[in-house]
């Protein structure tokens, strides 16, 4: 029994243990610094991370075990440098590895495909005088909230979906439904709207689409039977693969395994930015449309 207590047992042990445990921040950072291969899904892209990482691990305790105990605490240090200095916390890592897991195990996109048809007159007035996406005070909420979330490595991967997605995280996460007053379709400026972050879906929906265009993207209103809601221009329809590991990554604990939903307009990807869902692209509130009713750039 002593004998197993070694202290040479209990340093191949501690090895062998450091050996395991930088498997999972080593993928992390291979997948997260490393272009996905391109003919492959992406779901196999993280599972290879994983298997590379694994590989390097053996190689390098095989070539020399202090090597790996260096690699260990070097890792720890970069961690500690990172959370004391820049904006790359253990929370961070954390989260970029439970994007990982997502992506490997979530389903399939569900493909919706519609029509855009044109709204009444006096509807489509109504709303796009509610708009303000060029007004200072609009501007100012939308570049400071899309900068809130996300650190900046994410930005430089994914460019400007970063900023929409942390846009959409702010709005919605703080968003309270207030009703209309009786007998009132009351449509809120985004500039009272920004004070109170409250009210009906219009109201959001039009916060949603002005914040989005203040900081340079493409927005639209979507109208069903009894709801109002955003939908933002996210790529091309070949672009989905990509903008679904986005959300995945983003947004790893809200998808879950859910799906990544889209309509497609002309050959446009445009995803839903609605408070119904929790992550941009999240399910159809209401399935079955009215109008939509879009913006010039």
Known sequence: MMSKLKPQNLARFLVRFIQIIVVFPMAVLISFYIPP?????????????????AILSVGITALSRKL???????????????????????????SDYNAMLVNMTSSTNKVSYFKPIRGTYFQERRVKSAMQPTHPVVRNFAVENSTRYFHDEYYRKHGKLVRYFSLFKHIRLNWKYVNDPVGLDYYSPPTESISLLAGDCDDYAI????????????ARVVISSSHMYTEVKVGKVEDLDNIGYVVRTLFPDEVNGGKIHFHETNGD?????????????????????????????
């Open 37 to 53: 291969v391109s003919f492959i899904d992406y779901e196999m892209n993280f599972l290879l991370c994983v298997v590379i990482a």
């Open 68 to 94: 790996i105990v260096v690699m260990f605490f070097g890792m720890v240090g970069f961690i500690f440098f990172s959370s004391t200095f820049t904006s790359y916390s253990v929370d961070n890592l954390y």
């Open 207 to 218: 916060l949603m689409a002005s914040s989005i265009m203040a900081i340079g993207g493409e």
């Open 269 to 297: 990807l445009w995803i839903n930015f609605d408070y119904t869902a929790h992550y941009p692209g999240g399910p159809f509130l209401e399935p079955e449309l009215y109008s939509v009713i879009s913006f010039n750039r």
